[in-house]
């Protein structure tokens, strides 16, 4: 079975890829957990959303049309120093650009949110729990977040602008966790950067400890007390 972290790393090797001076760790300048609620995970975690047998319509559509100029570089460039922001604007661009590379290489849906979500979430999880997972696994995870946000009336309410600003975004945050863990491997400190980021990042969805992704997708352990 194919892993995660060997894909990423042969998919980074053939990418030319930022070096992520100064948009690899930090403030990402906007919250999409504003719009895309932490329950929408606890709703729908332990309710088998990779079976739709018993869903009585399909899943809303969870693609976005692609923008002719994206929006979101320069909004998180905006939190940055005013002399950094063009170059944190062009840094981006191009950790935007590379994610649209890397999903078609670990076979991603195609500028699809939950796809983006997916990626974010799973290179969370490798960087705070320090272990691999399958690309099956990211895979299934994919399929289980389209279920969970296509049947979600929270996500049916948001306007094409904020999907596409969601998806632009966690592609560009997805992206920074799996370089930015690639590449701080066989550095104990920056190593331990990750991994607070991640477990930062995982916490604004689900409980960082209880999270469990496998093969079937993402799932939650028993609490320990």
């Given at each position: 079975?194919?892993?995660?972290?060997?894909?990423?790393?042969?998919?980074?090797?053939?990418?030319?890829v930022?070096r992520l001076a100064?948009?690899q760790?930090?403030?990402?300048?906007i919250?999409?957990t504003?719009?895309?609620?932490?329950?929408?995970?606890?709703?729908?975690?332990?309710?088998?959303?990779?079976?739709?047998?018993t869903?009585?319509?399909?899943?809303r559509?969870?693609?976005?049309?692609k923008?002719?100029v994206?929006?979101?570089?320069?909004?998180?460039?905006?939190?940055?120093p005013?002399d950094?922001?063009?170059?944190?604007?062009?840094?981006?661009?191009?950790?935007?650009?590379t994610?649209?590379t890397?999903?078609?290489?670990?076979?991603?849906p195609d500028?699809?949110?939950?796809?983006?979500?997916?990626?974010?979430?799973?290179?969370?999880?490798?960087?705070?729990?320090g272990?691999?997972?399958?690309?099956?696994?990211?895979?299934?995870?994919?399929?289980?977040?389209?279920?969970?946000?296509?049947?979600?009336?929270?996500?049916?309410k948001?306007?094409?602008?904020?999907?596409?600003d969601?998806?632009?975004?966690l592609?560009?945050?997805?992206?920074?966790?799996?370089?930015?863990?690639?590449r701080?491997?066989?550095?104990?400190?920056?190593l331990?950067?990750?991994?607070?980021?991640?477990?930062?990042?995982?916490?604004?969805?689900?409980?960082?400890?209880?999270?469990?992704?496998?093969?079937r997708?993402?799932?939650l352990?028993?609490?320990?007390?």
């Amino acid at each position: 079975m194919a892993r995660f972290i060997t894909l990423v790393a042969l998919a980074v090797a053939t990418l030319a890829v930022p070096r992520l001076a100064h948009a690899q760790w930090g403030n990402p300048g906007i919250d999409f957990t504003d719009t895309l609620e932490r329950d929408i995970m606890y709703d729908r975690i332990r309710s088998s959303p990779n079976d739709s047998s018993t869903r009585s319509a399909p899943a809303r559509s969870t693609s976005v049309a692609k923008r002719a100029v994206a929006r979101i570089p320069a909004m998180m460039a905006a939190d940055g120093p005013a002399d950094k922001r063009a170059a944190l604007t062009q840094e981006y661009e191009l950790l935007l650009s590379t994610y649209e590379t890397l999903a078609a290489k670990l076979k991603l849906p195609d500028h699809d949110l939950a796809g983006a979500l997916a990626l974010f979430i799973c290179g969370s999880y490798v960087a705070y729990h320090g272990t691999d997972i399958s690309n099956a696994a990211l895979l299934a995870t994919s399929r289980q977040l389209h279920e969970m946000l296509g049947h979600h009336a929270a996500f049916a309410k948001l306007t094409t602008d904020q999907k596409q600003d969601m998806y632009e975004q966690l592609a560009i945050l997805s992206t920074t966790m799996v370089l930015g863990r690639e590449r701080a491997m066989g550095d104990q400190a920056q190593l331990a950067q990750v991994r607070a980021l991640g477990r930062q990042y995982l916490a604004g969805f689900v409980d960082p400890d209880r999270l469990q992704i496998t093969d079937r997708g993402i799932g939650l352990a028993p609490r320990t007390r």
